[in-house]
């Protein structure tokens, strides 16, 4: 199988916008320095495709932290709201071909793994709230405990009246305002 890769200018393009957003956006990596992440990155052409990715379907992706145990930057989709380009969508493939009839155009899980990418669980959309607000209009569907998707249902999170809620729906269901948020380890 062909890795995907961006061209020169892509790559360049890609940089330039992230870089960006990270001196804009200080609060969610103090520490760390863009220098190393863009040396980090170039050298993982694999993980800057997935990152252009996440940038064209609009999650805005900035590094959140530095996991010291694996000496990683994870980046995290940052956009105020769940991603344009990843609303409208089921939970999973099993839950998408349950749908007999209105199936969505494909599944957070399904699209996450084309992208390369995790879908952010409860804690770590807990962590990314407490950078920053986000989705006080929309939802994101989490990563579901296996209990909970044996049961036919799926987690999501929002951000409402001051405070961020876990709910369940079930995994077949699929709204404009519910997309899913990822991360991604460099």
């Known amino acids: 199988m062909i890795k995907p890769q961006l061209s020169e200018s892509e790559i360049e393009g890609l940089l330039k916008v992230l870089k960006a957003r ?3 956006n200080k609060h969610r990596h103090q520490g760390i320095e863009w220098k190393e992440v863009e040396a980090r990155l170039v050298m993982q052409p694999t993980k800057l495709w997935s990152i252009n990715e996440m940038e064209g379907t609009g999650g805005e992706p900035d590094v959140v932290v530095f996991d010291p145990k694996d000496k990683m930057f994870v980046f995290c989709d940052c956009a105020s709201e769940s991603p344009k380009g990843r609303r409208s969508i089921c939970y999973d493939h099993e839950a998408l071909a349950s749908r007999k ?3 969505p155009k494909n599944s957070a899980v399904n699209m996450a793994e084309e992208m390369g990418i995790e879908l952010l669980d409860e804690f770590q959309y807990g962590q990314l709230q407490s950078l920053e607000q986000v989705d006080s209009k929309t939802s994101s569907w989490l990563k579901s405990p296996e209990s909970v998707r044996k049961q ?9 009246f001051g405070r961020v809620f876990y709910y369940h729906n079930g995994a077949e269901s699929y709204y404009a305002g519910r997309g899913f948020r990822g991360l991604l380890r460099v």
Do not use: N, S
Not at 152 to 160: E, N, S, T
């Open 22 to 24: 990270f001196d804009k």
């Open 101 to 103: 009839e209105h199936k």
């Open 152 to 160: 036919g249902g799926a987690i999501f999170g929002d951000f409402r």
